[in-house]
């Protein structure tokens, strides 16, 4: 037995697409039956079995009786039918008899079908039951595009959604309800709209997939329901200008502080969005409106509020609007709408805000403040570089004060140290380590520092002597070694270093001579890093002084040597330190009148030492020398750590009770004024082993002096200061001789090395030379001078032709 199937190329499509139909809501869910050409809803889609000869003679009274339809479709469409021939043993051919013309379509069929179609899609829009399923629905659909009814039906279904939406967009124009209002039933149109295009497109989907996506120029049935409601909500000014204020009076409510229903402005904004009239219609009055906004609120916070409290507000404003950006504003506006806040609050009044604030600000050290301030001025075009000029400002005004003025010498210093600690912190902590804030740092303390020639260098140096000292117990070594790199930060900006080796050296010298130097490791420390930092010429006189120490304990231990192998008596207990011209601060000579026992000491080891050094010559500085004096007083015996000078006066007193002024200096040949103060120190000071007569501080040639036998003291060890004489003008001035006369040294060498190699040089070109190689500040009228004295002693000589040339005498 043979079977024939006929094969329905159009019910495969139908449960192809029976997901899409899933969706439908219950209510237009119905029995599922296809019509057929004669308009009953009996058969089901299916394949039709093929019949045998005998069963097709048994059935022809009935197919007499009715059309036949074994070729149609589940869905009533007329087909051809396949006739498939099935060979077996012996050929064969299956005939289907008495078959008629196509069936056709009942003339009424496209209008019932449209009105089923019609009576949906209005139910769907008025929210209302629908009698027939999605699948039902969809089938016709699919029927009517299958007969050539496409266009038709798309025609039909794009007039009865705009006559719908012309009819939602008109009622708003009579409506006199409140803005608030006016947008909550504008949005809920909008969610009904796009609900109902939904549904509408579940049910046409066969339209949308083959004739719409077959004619390019064709909107889809969703692009269409959007395209309609754009296009009566542009033909509708009044309408959009309503949705567009009624949104823009909400976010002006928000930003004054109001809460608002951000879930409505979010709908609102994204049907603008989505009927793309957004931008057009919204994001440029929104902007136009943000820029007045915060173009009027900056100008009066401006006047009313200090600067810390404005940047908070700006900050907090920024926040807010990119909350917005998040919340409902599309992404697109949040470029230009975070740039105008940044413009109208920030740009405009930068000048402003730094003038107005920013000193107080660094003066006060409000870490959190400027770190708020950079940030905000880092979002704005040159924003940081106006700030970083501001603040270079700041330090070089801040700076000089304190660097200019005579009263704060004592305390230059430290404030400088201070005040550097501050602002590298602020560089660090708010400035986030910019290496542009950090330069202009380094410059403005380079400058101002500069501003009063030679004083800082001399200070510093003096402060470093200050803290090497022995006696000085306010910082353990690990302190003090950081100290000393803080105090190599300001030497770096000095320009006179020369300046600062001068005076260093002078005070080292004193350190090490008299053992006040409280740590030879933090000696040999700030030794290193000023080689490190200035090179081996700067420091190789200091290294020298080290070295004449070490030398020295050498040369008194071999001569205590040589003294116990002669079997020579000494009545004094000696040290004596040899120091190299050269290395050490040039001290005035003064010939006092030393004891008998001091000049056997002297020539006993100067006839030790130039046996060994022949050619060399020994002078002596009764200036760097100290004593050790055992003293008898009625409390007992006490031992007076003096100086030299001092230890010459009490000598005097072991022959009388009392002596006068004149007589002490004839008989020490003391100067007139260091006997003065040796004096005051004695009978002045704490320790007073002298009476003066009459008492009083200032000394004077009528003065006499009486040894203080009553003198009591609970240590057995005392030590006597001299009293140092302030930096006197003299001593000031001659240590800035020696310097300057250095310079002239070092002037000279440049200009004869220079045109020893150049030959010829122009003068602009040999004072630019210079300039490169002196590491030193000097003017050009004294670098003139050099090149004159040069030219005078033949060193070099006037170019003959070209005066403004000079040529080099070998």
Not at 622 to 650: D, W, Y
Request: hydrophobic share 35%; net charge positive.
């Amino acid at each position: 037995m043979f079977s024939l199937s006929v094969k329905d190329s159009t019910s495969h499509g139908c449960r192809h697409n029976r997901r899409e139909l899933d969706n439908c809501p219950a209510n237009l869910r119905g029995s599922g039956e296809i019509p057929n050409s004669s308009g009953s809803s009996k058969r089901k889609r299916g394949s039709i079995a093929g019949q045998t000869d005998e069963n097709m003679s048994d059935n022809s009274s009935e197919r007499n009786k009715r059309p036949n339809f074994s070729a149609v479709g589940s869905n009533g469409i007329n087909r051809n039918v396949n006739i498939i021939n099935i060979k077996t043993s012996g050929t064969k051919k299956i005939v289907i008899k008495n078959q008629k013309g196509e069936p056709k379509l009942p003339d009424d069929y496209t209008d019932k079908t449209w009105e089923k179609l019609r009576s949906a899609v209005l139910a769907i829009q008025k929210s209302k039951p629908n009698k027939y399923s999605c699948e039902e629905l969809y089938q016709a659909v699919e029927n009517m595009c299958n007969h050539k009814m496409a266009h038709t039906l798309y025609q039909n279904l794009r007039s009865l959604t705009e006559a719908h939406v012309r009819a939602n967009i008109e009622q708003f124009l009579a409506e006199s309800m409140d803005r608030f209002l006016f947008l909550k039933k504008m949005n809920e149109t909008w969610q009904d709209h796009c609900r109902q295009m939904i549904m509408i497109r579940s049910i046409f989907l066969y339209l949308d997939r083959t004739f719409v996506l077959q004619n390019a120029q064709i909107l889809s049935i969703w692009d269409t329901g959007l395209d309609l409601f754009r296009q009566y909500i542009l033909q509708y000014t009044l309408v959009q200008t309503r949705v567009v204020e009624g949104l823009l009076m909400l976010i002006e409510k928000e930003r004054q502080g109001d809460a608002v229903d951000r879930t409505l402005l979010k709908s609102l904004l994204r049907m603008l969005t989505d009927l793309q009239i957004y931008d057009k219609a919204f994001e440029t009055k929104f902007l136009l409106a943000t820029e007045r906004l915060y173009a009027a609120e900056g100008q009066r916070l401006m006047q009313e509020l200090e600067v810390p409290e404005y940047l908070a507000h700006v900050d907090k404003r920024i926040s807010e609007e990119n909350e917005r950006v998040l919340h409902y504003l599309d992404a697109s506006t949040k470029y230009q709408l975070i740039h105008n806040v940044e413009k109208q609050l920030l740009s405009e009044h930068i000048t402003n805000i730094l003038q107005k604030g920013l000193d107080s600000l660094l003066e006060g050290k409000r870490i959190h403040d400027l770190s708020l301030l950079y940030s905000l001025f880092g979002r704005v075009k040159n924003g940081h570089s106006e700030l970083c000029t501001a603040f270079n400002a700041y330090i070089k005004k801040r700076g000089r004060t304190i660097v200019i003025d005579p009263e704060k010498d004592r305390t230059m210093v430290q404030e400088l140290l201070d005040f550097k600690d501050a602002m590298d912190n602020i560089v660090i902590t708010c400035f986030n380590r910019n290496e542009k804030f950090s330069n202009s740092l380094k410059e403005a303390f380079e400058h101002f520092i500069n501003q009063r020639a030679n004083k800082p260098a001399e200070l510093i140096a003096k402060f470093v002597d200050s803290k090497l000292r022995a006696g000085n117990k306010e910082a353990t070594e690990e302190e003090l070694e950081k100290l000393l790199d803080k105090i190599m930060v300001l030497f770096r900006f000095i320009h006179g270093k020369d300046v600062f080796e001068a005076f260093y050296k002078k005070d080292l010298a004193k350190r090490l001579l008299v053992g006040k130097s409280a740590s030879v490791d933090a000696e040999k420390s700030m030794l290193s890093k000023l080689k490190q930092e200035c090179g081996g010429g700067f420091t190789s006189k200091l290294e020298g002084m080290f070295k004449d120490m070490e030398l020295s304990k050498d040369i008194n231990i071999a001569f205590r040597q040589h003294i116990a192998n002669n079997r020579k008596l000494i009545p004094l207990d000696m040290t004596v330190n040899i120091l190299t011209m050269g290395y050490w601060p040039t001290y005035t000579p003064m010939d006092v009148t030393v004891p008998e026992q001091m000049l056997q000491f002297q020539d006993v080891f100067k006839n030790f030492y130039l046996n060994k050094h022949i050619g060399r010559k020994l002078q002596w500085q009764p200036t760097l020398g100290h004593c050790v004096l055992r003293a008898n007083f009625r409390a007992g015996i006490k031992e007076l750590v003096v100086s030299l000078f001092q230890s010459l006066v009490l000598l005097l007193f072991n022959s009388a009770d009392e002596l006068g002024f004149e007589y002490l200096k004839a008989a020490t040949n003391i100067e007139d004024g260091e006997l003065r103060r040796t004096l005051q120190s004695l009978a002045c000071g704490k320790a007073r082993v002298l009476n003066k007569i009459p008492k009083g501080r200032d000394i004077s040639e009528s003065d006499k002096f009486r040894f203080n036998n009553d003198f009591v003291n609970k240590l057995f060890r005392i030590k006597i200061n001299q009293i140092q004489m302030k930096e006197t003008t003299e001593e000031q001035k001659a240590t800035e001789e020696r310097v300057y006369q250095d310079r002239q040294y070092q002037i000279d060498a440049a200009i004869v090395r220079i045109m020893k190699m150049r030959k010829t040089l122009s003068h602009n070109l040999l004072i630019s030379e210079l300039y490169i190689q002196l590491k030193f500040p000097v003017k050009p009228a004294d670098l003139k001078k050099r090149i004159e004295s040069l030219i005078d002693r033949d060193y070099m000589e006037r170019d003959k032709e070209t005066s403004n040339q000079y040529n080099y005498v070998a």
